[in-house]
């Protein structure tokens, strides 16, 4: 199995849970971004989950934005090497 590297760029809270604003990720080809997602919580843990997906679901909360390459992200998409996946939450303030 072949394997590529993506990057992921988290904002807010999101960054807080990981600690950096980029990190590289190693994934196996015909990965997609909600693989990418998954695998994210299972390696930052439940408070990464709980912010990304509606409880007892594996459904994003519609007010979480993902880009994929600068744009709006299908969770079926795959990756291909060197992708970024930018992970944004709500934005407020005023």
Known sequence: ?????VKIRPWGVFQE??????LSMEVPENFTISN???RLTSS???K?????FQPSS???????KILHNGHGA???????????VAIFPPVGGG
């Open 36 to 38: 990418l997602l998954v």
């Open 1 to 5: 199995m072949d394997y590529m590297n």
């Open 44 to 46: 930052y843990g439940k």
């Open 74 to 84: 299908k969770l079926d998409s795959k990756l291909r090497d060197g992708d970024v």
């Open 58 to 64: 594996k459904n994003i909360k519609p007010y979480i």
């Open 48 to 52: 990464f989950g709980d912010e990304l």
């Open 17 to 22: 849970i990981i600690g950096e604003r980029e």
